[in-house]
């Protein structure tokens, strides 16, 4: 089956001639011009890849690429005239996978999207572990939140892991001491308490949710918000 992708680009004769170089390389393209009908369709349908123009009538493409990412982890590559820095930034902490800024050859948009197409089928075939909205990649050791990337230390990695591994069920400081940092591990029990305020420091406080909960005189467990 042909991959799907959803083109949101306002401007119509550089919309065309994507979708002929795409289909002519075998993907299926749903075309929107405008933000708000580009949204609707994102919403609405199942695609392997969103290219999206930033500057769009109606509806923002940085808007539309909020509101997907509510949703969907779906590759999502920027189509836009900008070039600065603060753009890139702006669109890659909202969740894009790429950036490409007009006027660019279409065999580098073409090599982006395989390159973006492989990364999706890895993660599909890579068990990817989940809280709300954390997601955990062993493989790729990557943390996301809403899709924004969150900077673990090895440490604070492997403990989010064996948490979301037992997801819904309380661990006792002596279990994760024990699975977690070793059975030789020759520290206090606090070690625990001062790493899970690690990670609730850079998950829980900084996007404002509750997933690493206290169970009194027992230990921690996660759990979805």
């Known amino acids: 089956m042909a991959d799907r992708i959803l083109l949101i680009e306002d401007e119509e004769n550089l ?4 979708e002929l170089e795409l289909r002519y390389e075998g993907y299926e393209v749903i075309k929107a011009h405008e933000g708000r009908r580009g949204l609707e369709l994102a919403e609405a349908g199942e695609y392997d890849l969103l290219l999206l123009d930033i500057m769009l009538p109606g509806l923002s493409g940085m808007e539309i690429l909020r509101r997907v990412r509510r949703l969907s982890d779906v590759p999502v590559i920027m189509l836009t005239a900008r070039d600065s820095v603060m753009d890139k930034v702006a669109g890659l902490d909202s969740g894009a996978d790429d950036y490409i800024a007009k006027p660019f050859a279409i065999e580098e ?3 982006r999207i395989r390159v973006a ?3 999706r089928q890895a993660a599909r075939e890579d ?18 939140v809403n899709g924004t990337q969150v900077e ?3 440490r604070e990695f492997d403990l989010l892991q064996y948490f979301l ?20 591990f ?14 609730r420091s850079k998950l829980d406080e900084a996007f404002g949710i509750k997933l690493i909960h206290t169970v009194r005189g027992l230990g921690y467990m996660i759990k979805d918000e």
Request: proline share 5%; charged share 30%.
């Open 117 to 119: 197409l492989r990364k």
């Open 152 to 154: 673990l230390t090895k």
């Open 109 to 111: 948009l073409l090599a």
């Open 127 to 144: 068990p990817v572990l989940s809280a709300g909205p954390l997601t955990l990649c062993p493989s790729r050791h990557e943390v996301r």
């Open 15 to 18: 919309a065309r001639f994507i």
């Open 186 to 199: 020759a520290g206090e029990t606090n070690a625990v308490d001062v790493y899970v305020r690690f990670l």
């Open 165 to 184: 591994e037992n997801k819904g069920r309380v661990i006792t400081r002596e279990s994760l001491l024990d699975k977690v940092w070793g059975f030789d």
